[in-house]
T-cell receptor, first 114, second 110 residues
Framework: DSGVTQTPKHLITATGQRVTLRCSPRSGDLSVYWYQQSLDQGLQFLIHYYNGEERAKGNILERFSAQQFPDLHSELNLSSLELGDSALYFC?????????????FGPGTRLLVL | AQRVTQPEKLLSVFKGAPVELKCNYSYSGSPELFWYVQYSRQRLQLLLRHISRESIKGFTADLNKGETSFHLKKPFAQEEDSAMYYCALSVETSGSRLTFGEGTQLTVNP
C-alpha cells in the first residue's frame, strides 16, 4: 500500500499518560499534516511539517508535540492526557508546499482516554 | 479567520433523485475549495477540488464567489453515495492547512 499509513489503529489509555502516534506519508510526499477529529470540535488542523521542518501550527495544545524524521515519517506525541483528548487523529500528506494542493489522508488513530 | 459552514448535518434522498450538499465559506480573498468524502469506517478521500474543475463519480461543484459558496451536486444519486461529505478550504496566507466544515451525512435510500 503506497498510501498514507498510521499506527496504531486504536489506542486506549488512562488520564495523565503519554502516547505516540505514528504516520508514514505516501511515497515521495514531503509534507505531513496532523488533524484532530472530535465530536464537539469537528476536524481541526494541528500542525504541518515539510521535509523535517515545522511549517504551521494550528490549535495544538502545549501538551502535544510532533516531529518529522529524515525518512519523512512523523510522530505526534500527546502527553498528560485528559478525557477531552479522546478523538480520531488523522495524518495527511502531500507532495510539496502547495497551499492549493490536495492532501491525502491516512486511516486515522482512534484514541480513547479513560 | 476563514470559516466553512455546511448548514445540513443530515441529508436524505431517494436513489435517482438529484442531490445538493451546501457549503458556504467566509474569506475575503481567493481560496481553494475542496470536497472530501468519508465512507463508513474508511479514510477521508478527496472527491474534487475547484482548481481542477473535474467531475468525479458524477459529482460537480461550482465556486460562486458572489455568494461565497461551493455546493456539491449530483443529478442522480446512487445508494453507494451514502457517506459523510466535508467541504474544506485552503488559503495562501494560512499555508497549506485545510479548514473543514462540520460535514453532511448523506443517506441515499433505495
Amino acid at each position: 500500500d503506497s498510501g498514507v499509513t498510521q499506527t496504531p489503529k486504536h489506542l486506549i489509555t488512562a488520564t495523565g499518560q503519554r502516547v505516540t502516534l505514528r504516520c508514514s506519508p505516501r511515497s515521495g510526499d514531503l509534507s505531513v499534516y496532523w488533524y484532530q477529529q472530535s465530536l464537539d470540535q469537528g476536524l481541526q488542523f494541528l500542525i504541518h511539517y515539510y521535509n523535517g521542518e515545522e511549517r504551521a501550527k494550528g490549535n495544538i495544545l502545549e501538551r502535544f508535540s510532533a516531529q518529522q524524521f529524515p525518512d519523512l515519517h512523523s510522530e505526534l506525541n500527546l502527553s498528560s492526557l485528559e478525557l477531552g483528548d479522546s478523538a480520531l487523529y488523522f495524518c495527511a500528506s502531500s507532495p510539496l508546499l502547495d497551499w492549493a494542493g490536495a492532501q491525502y489522508f491516512g486511516p486515522g488513530t482512534r484514541l480513547l482516554v479513560l | 479567520a476563514q470559516r466553512v459552514t455546511q448548514p445540513e448535518k443530515l441529508l436524505s434522498v431517494f436513489k435517482g433523485a438529484p442531490v445538493e450538499l451546501k457549503c458556504n465559506y467566509s474569506y475575503s480573498g481567493s481560496p481553494e475549495l475542496f470536497w472530501y468524502v468519508q465512507y463508513s469506517r474508511q479514510r477521508l478521500q478527496l472527491l474534487l477540488r475547484h482548481i481542477s474543475r473535474e467531475s468525479i463519480k458524477g459529482f460537480t461543484a461550482d465556486l460562486n464567489k458572489g455568494e461565497t459558496s461551493f455546493h456539491l451536486k449530483k443529478p442522480f444519486a446512487q445508494e453507494e453515495d451514502s457517506a459523510m461529505y466535508y467541504c474544506a478550504l485552503s488559503v495562501e496566507t494560512s499555508g497549506s492547512r485545510l479548514t473543514f466544515g462540520e460535514g453532511t451525512q448523506l443517506t441515499v435510500n433505495p
